[in-house]
C-alpha cells in the first residue's frame, strides 16, 4: 500500500513532459500550486482546467492513473466540499430542521464547496503530472539540485537526496520482510485482526521488532557497503546523468509561464 | 598484491556492570601474501575469523597488531583509504544490503561518483561493468525486482566500475540458490581467468573453493592449511575435523582407498572419478 | 495426513501481476513420513507450505489435515495454524522477545495455556531442540546465527504441532550449523512417531542425508514425487529442472552409462561404496 503511494506512481514513456529537466518541472509545478489559489473569475477557472487537460493530453498518459492518484483523496475533497457546503454563512437557499438544529446550505456555502472541490482536484491532478511522468531518482535529483544553493545556509541538500534515494530504494525491501514477518507470527499464533483495539496494538510488537531489528541491521551493512565504494557525502561527487537545461526545456518553461500570465489577466475580467 | 604481517586482531569487550575489560582475540598472527592475478579461496566454517580477515583487505577493519598492505599502501594510514578501498573492491554477502540506489545502472555508477570520476568516463565504466557480469539488459531495472544472483551480480559491477586491481568477495554466494550460486561462480571466474583480476573468495562452500588456485585455511583465528586445491581437499579427516566439508566424490575416494583400493586421493571432480574408477574396473576385468 | 485435491493458485487475480503460482497439485503424506519438498527458486514449494497452515487460500481445490478441510471458511484457523507448524526461511528474524524463553513461548501463550504448561513447552521445545538452559534467561539478539535459528524452530515446535513444515532450515549456516540442523529434524522425526515433517531444500545432499520421501516441483506443478531413492534415480529429469542432483548419483550414472552394473538408485556416498566395493571384489 506504503508502496504503491511513493513508487508505484511513475509511469516511464516519452513524451514531452518525461523529458523535461526534473528542477523545471518541481518548479512549475509550485507556479501551478500558486496559480490555483489564485484565480478568482469563472473564466480564469475554465481556462486553468482546460490548461490542464492539454498537459494532460501532453504527458500521453492515460487518464486512469490521474484518476487513480484521486481516488484515495475523494474523501477528503468530498468531505471539504460538503463542509463548506453547510457552514459557509450567508443567503440561505434551502434550509430544513433536524431536532433544534437549522441546517441551511447557502449561495455561498455552494459557491466555496465548488470552488473547494475544483482546488482540490486540480490541486492532486497537477501534482500528479508531475509524480507521474518524473522517476522518483530524477525527482530526487531534482530537489538536490534545487536545494544546493542552500547549502550556504547548512541545508544538507546531498543528504536529504540520499536518504530519499535509499528510501526508494528499501521500500520494496521492507514491505516484504513486513509480510513474511507478519505470517510468521501469524503462524504463531498471533492475531492482527483483533476488533479490540487494544489487543490490536499489543499484536504490531511482534511485527515492529523484528522490523526494526532488521532495518538497523541493514542500516550498518548498507553503511559498510557504501563506505567499501568511497562515499564520502556530497563534496566532489560526481553524476552519471547530468541534467542540463536545454532549449526545449527553456521554450516549454516559456510556453507554460506566458500561458499563466494569460490565465491571471483572465481573472481580472 | 595483498600482504599481512603477524596481523592481530581483538575485540576490546567491557563489562558494564563489573567493569573488567576482555579482550576477545579474533586473529593471532595472520601472515599471508596473495599474488596479482590469483584467485584464493579462503574456507573456514562461521566464527572462524575468515570475515573478519577479509574486512582487513579493504580497510574496514585495522589490525589491533602487525600490518596490512594493499599494493604497497598501510590500511593503517588513513591517507590511503581511498586508494586501498578502489583498488581491492568489495563484495559482501547480502545482495540487499549492499545496494544503495534504486535503478541497476545508478547502482554501478555510484562508486565512481564518490570518486569524482567524469560522467562520460563513469557512462563508459557502468556499460562496460555492466557487460561483463551480463547484466546490461537489467541496466534500468530495479534492484528489488532482481533475482539474488542478478543482484549479487550487480553489487559485484557496482564495484568494477572503480576499475581494481584485486576483488575480495565475503561469503557471497551463502544466500542464494544453487542458479544464483553459479551465475555469481561463474562471474568470478570469467574476473580472473580474462580480465586478469586478483580474487580472493570467502567461502564454506567446497566446491567453489575447488576452482581457486590457491585454498587457505582459517580455523580459530589461524591460518592451519595453504596449499593447492587438490592437496587442501585430500586431507578429508582434517577437513572434518575443522568443520568443513568435502565434495562427494572426493570422499568416496578417500573410503574406497582406506578400504585398500588403489586410487589417488586428492579426486575433486566427476569427471576425473569416474576416468579412475573406470581404469580400476578395466584392471579388475583383466 | 495431509491430503491435497486439485489446488490451483493464481497469485494477484484480475491485476498486472496475475500469475498462476500453482496447477492442479494433489498429494497424500502420510503420518510419520520425513519428507524434502524440492525445486528451483519460483516452483512454487513456498506458495504450497503455506497452503498447508492456511496462510494462503487456494484458488480453487482442497486441502485436508487429518480430515479437516482447512480451505473451508468455517475451519477454526487459529486451530489450523497450531496443528501445522511453519518456520520460515531465516526464522531467527521473527524473534521479538526480551528473552528466549518469552520468545519461545509466544506461540503457546496465544493458545491461552496455563503458565505452568506454558514453562513445560518451552522447556520441551529447547530440550528438542538442543539449545542449552542457560540460553533461555538471555536475549535472542545475543545468540549466535546457529542458536538463533534454533531459539526460533523451538517456538514453533512449542505449539506441539502435528505437521512440522521447515523453509529452508540450512539456509545461510555453514557445514557444521547444517549438520546441526539436520540431525535436529531426524531426531524429532525419530522421537515423534506420528508427526509429518517436511522440510524445503535446495541442496540435494542434504536431502539424500536426510529425507525419506521427496516431492520435486517445477514450473507450479508437482513433477516427481517417490521414495529418496526412487526420485534421485531420475537424475536425469531432474537436471532438466535446473535442479542440482548429489555428485554421487552423477557419479554413478556415468558409470552405468559406462556398462558399469551399479544400481541406479545410489544417492549417497555410503550406498556407492558399498555398490562399488561389491562390484570390485
Known amino acids: ?269 | 598484491m595483498l600482504e599481512t604481517k603477524n596481523l592481530y586482531f581483538r575485540y576490546r569487550d567491557e563489562d558494564l556492570e563489573t567493569g573488567e575489560v576482555e579482550y576477545d582475540e579474533i586473529l593471532h598472527g595472520i601472515n599471508l601474501n596473495i599474488k596479482k592475478g590469483s584467485f584464493t579461496a579462503v574456507l573456514g566454517h562461521n566464527g572462524s575469523g575468515k570475515s573478519t580477515l577479509a574486512k582487513h583487505f579493504n580497510a574496514i577493519l585495522l589490525p589491533s597488531g602487525g600490518k596490512v598492505y594493499v599494493k604497497g599502501m598501510d590500511t593503517a594510514d588513513e591517507r590511503n583509504l581511498f586508494g586501498i578501498r578502489s583498488t581491492a573492491g568489495m563484495v559482501f554477502q547480502n545482495p540487499d544490503n549492499q545496494l544503495v540506489a534504486a535503478i541497476v545502472e545508478d547502482e554501478a555508477a555510484f562508486a565512481p561518483e564518490n570518486l569524482g570520476v567524469e560522467p562520460k568516463e563513469i557512462r563508459r565504466r557502468v556499460d562496460e561493468c555492466l557487460g561483463i557480469v551480463g547484466m546490461t539488459e537489467f541496466a534500468h531495472s530495479e534492484p528489488s525486482k532482481l533475482s539474488g544472483g542478478q543482484k549479487q551480480r550487480v553489487a559485484i559491477a557496482s564495484v568494477l566500475t572503480m576499475e581494481p586491481e584485486c576483488i575480495i568477495l565475503d561469503e557471497p554466494t551463502a544466500m542464494l540458490d544453487p542458479k544464483g550460486r553459479e551465475e555469481v561462480m561463474r562471474t568470478i571466474q570469467k574476473l580472473n581467468r580474462e580480465k586478469g583480476m586478483t580474487v580472493v573468495l570467502i567461502t564454506h562452500y567446497m566446491d567453489e573453493a575447488a576452482s581457486a588456485d590457491r585454498v587457505i585455511v582459517i580455523d580459530n583465528g589461524s591460518i592451519v592449511l595453504d596449499d593447492v586445491p587438490k592437496k587442501v581437499f585430500a586431507q578429508v579427516d582434517r577437513l572434518r575435523e575443522l568443520g568443513l566439508d568435502t565434495p562427494q566424490v572426493t570422499e568416496l575416494a578417500h573410503m574406497l582407498r582406506h578400504d585398500g583400493f588403489d586410487l589417488p586421493g586428492d579426486i575433486l571432480s566427476v569427471d576425473e572419478a569416474a576416468e579412475k574408477l573406470m581404469e580400476l574396473f578395466g584392471k579388475m576385468r583383466k | 495426513m495431509i491430503k491435497a485435491e486439485h489446488v490451483n493458485y493464481i497469485y494477484q487475480p484480475g491485476m498486472a501481476g496475475e500469475r498462476q503460482a500453482l496447477f492442479d497439485i494433489s498429494m497424500e503424506i502420510a503420518d510419520g513420513t520425513l519428507n524434502a519438498l524440492i525445486g528451483h527458486t519460483g516452483s512454487g514449494k513456498s506458495t504450497l507450505i503455506q497452503h498447508f497452515n492456511a496462510l494462503v487460500r487456494p484458488t480453487s481445490g482442497r486441502i485436508f489435515i487429518d480430515g479437516t478441510d482447512v480451505t473451508d471458511k468455517k475451519t477454526d484457523l487459529r486451530e489450523v495454524r497450531r496443528r501445522v507448524g511453519l518456520v520460515f526461511q531465516y526464522p531467527e528474524h521473527q524473534l521479538f522477545e526480551e528473552t528466549v524463553e518469552k520468545d519461545i513461548a509466544f506461540g503457546p501463550r496465544n493458545l491461552g495455556l496455563t503458565d505452568e504448561e506454558i514453562k513445560e513447552r518451552v522447556h520441551a521445545a529447547s530440550a528438542a531442540v538442543g539449545l542449552k538452559e542457560k540460553y533461555l534467561s538471555r536475549s535472542p539478539f545475543e545468540l549466535s546465527g546457529g542458536q538463533k535459528r534454533r531459539a526460533a524452530i523451538a517456538g514453533v515446535l512449542a505449539m506441539n504441532p502435528e505437521v512440522l513444515i521447515l523453509d529452508e532450515p540450512t539456509a545461510g549456516l555453514d557445514p557444521r550449523g547444517r549438520d546441526a540442523i539436520l540431525d535436529i529434524i531426524k531426531q524429532l522425526h525419530a522421537q515423534n512417531p506420528r508427526m509429518i515433517i517436511i522440510f524445503v531444500s535446495h541442496s540435494m545432499e542434504d536431502v539424500a542425508k536426510t529425507a525419506e520421501y521427496v516431492y520435486v516441483m517445477n514450473r507450479g506443478r508437482l513433477a516427481i514425487r517417490g521414495t529418496t531413492a526412487e526420485v534421485f534415480a531420475e537424475g536425469g529429469e531432474l537436471v532438466k529442472m535446473g535442479l542440482n542432483v548429489p555428485q554421487v548419483t552423477l557419479l554413478v550414472n556415468r558409470l552405468i552409462e559406462a556398462g558399469i552394473p551399479l544400481p541406479r538408485d545410489v544417492y549417497t556416498v555410503k550406498y556407492a561404496v558399498k555398490e562399488i566395493e561389491r562390484l570390485l571384489r
Open chain 1, 1 to 269: 500500500m506504503f508502496k504503491d503511494i511513493i513508487i508505484g506512481q511513475y509511469v516511464p514513456g516519452k513524451s514531452v513532459l518525461h523529458r523535461l529537466d526534473p528542477k523545471i518541472k518541481i518548479i512549475l509545478t509550485l507556479a501551478y500550486i500558486i496559480m490555483l489559489f489564485m484565480l478568482k473569475s469563472p473564466l480564469a477557472y475554465a481556462a486553468f482546467a482546460a490548461a490542464t487537460a492539454a498537459l494532460i493530453a501532453l504527458s500521453c498518459i492515460n487518464l486512469r492513473f490521474f484518476l487513480k492518484g484521486l481516488r484515495p483523496m475523494l474523501f477528503i475533497i468530498v468531505f471539504t466540499a460538503v463542509i463548506n457546503l453547510f457552514f459557509t454563512p450567508g443567503e440561505a437557499l434551502a434550509s430544513a430542521h433536524v431536532f433544534r438544529w437549522t441546517i441551511s446550505v447557502t449561495k455561498e456555502g455552494v459557491r466555496m464547496a465548488a470552488v473547494m472541490f475544483y482546488r482540490l482536484v486540480l490541486l492532486v491532478t497537477g501534482t500528479s503530472l508531475l509524480t507521474l511522468t518524473t522517476s522518483p531518482l530524477m525527482l530526487t535529483d531534482g530537489i538536490e539540485k534545487l536545494l544546493s544553493p542552500l547549502t550556504i545556509v547548512r541545508v544538507p541538500a546531498h543528504e536529504i537526496a540520499m536518504m530519499m534515494t535509499i528510501a526508494i530504494r528499501f521500500i520494496p525491501t521492507l514491505a516484504e520482510e513486513t509480510d513474511k514477518i507478519q505470517k510468521a507470527q501469524t503462524a504463531r499464533g498471533a492475531d492482527f485482526s483483533s476488533k479490540n483495539l487494544i489487543k490490536r496494538i499489543k499484536a504490531m510488537i511482534p511485527l515492529l521488532v523484528p522490523l526494526f531489528v532488521s532495518a538497523f541491521r541493514r542500516a550498518d551493512e548498507l553503511a559498510t557497503a557504501m563506505d567499501a565504494r568511497c562515499y564520502n557525502g556530497g563534496s566532489r561527487r560526481t553524476r552519471l546523468h547530468e541534467s542540463h537545461i536545454g532549449k526545449a526545456d527553456i521554450l516549454y518553461a516559456s510556453v507554460y509561464i506566458a500561458v499563466c500570465i494569460s490565465v491571471l489577466a483572465l481573472n481580472a475580467v
